[in-house]
């Protein structure tokens, strides 16, 4: 996905947590899903940037967000229904099936796709 001698990055911040194999599993899923969409839409024309792949876990939730500082959805897309492609229906799907929802939102510059998912009471 990534032209040679494009200069974009990826990094993970991730803090520590546990879930189950079935949720990691899903969680690699999503998280491959939305690196290649920011790969494929946020760096047009062999542009430079950064995807942050970051990780929290508490007590109530875990959320997952893969995030750019590329060209950015602009508002009108951030405030719409994530439904465009393939990638993006299984980044729904599987999060889905983990109770969980996503989020979108823009930034300056930039994309933030965010998936809460609540721990089991």
Do not use: C, Y
Request: glycine share 12%.
């Amino acid at each position: 996905m990534i032209v040679d001698g494009q200069p974009v990055s990826i990094r993970v911040e991730a803090s520590e947590g546990s879930t189950t194999s079935e949720q990691a599993v899903s969680m690699g899923l999503i998280t491959t899903e939305l690196i290649i969409n920011a790969l494929k839409h946020a760096f047009p024309g062999n542009a430079s940037g950064t995807i942050v792949v970051g990780f929290e876990s508490t007590d109530q939730a875990w959320r997952l967000a893969v995030s750019d500082d590329g060209v950015g959805i602009g508002s009108r897309l951030a405030d719409a229904p994530a439904r465009f492609g393939l990638g993006t229906s299984i980044v729904e799907a599987l999060t889905r099936q983990l109770g969980g929802r996503v989020t979108t939102s823009a930034a300056s510059p930039g994309t933030t796709v965010s998936v809460t998912v609540p721990r089991a009471s």
